[in-house]
């Protein structure tokens, strides 16, 4: 398997964590040196692991929002 490269551009939040220090978190990362996307996923607690998560661009991510808004009906998200 090849190595992955990633640089964490901005940590914007923590949804969770488990007790194993294991954290939840949305972040925009660059992988392999492409322009960053958002990107949720499990992270050990220095960044030193990963688990399987999702990656999504901006607009991907505005078309959640929007889903969000309509199943919710919360205008605030």
């Known amino acids: 398997m090849a190595d992955i ?8 939040g ?3 964590e488990n007790a194993k220090g ?5 972040n ?3 992988w392999n040196g492409a322009a960053p996307k958002y990107d949720i996923r499990d992270w050990a ?3 030193e692991k990963m688990g399987k998560g999702v990656t ?3 607009q991907e991510v505005e078309q959640l929002k929007e889903i969000l808004i ?8």
């Open 14 to 16: 923590v949804l969770s």
């Open 45 to 47: 607690p220095e960044h």
């Open 56 to 58: 999504l661009t901006a």
């Open 28 to 30: 925009k990362i660059s």
């Open 5 to 12: 490269k990633y640089d964490i551009v901005e940590e914007i």
């Open 70 to 77: 309509h199943k919710t009906g919360n205008s605030n998200i």
């Open 22 to 26: 294991w954290r939840k978190e949305i």
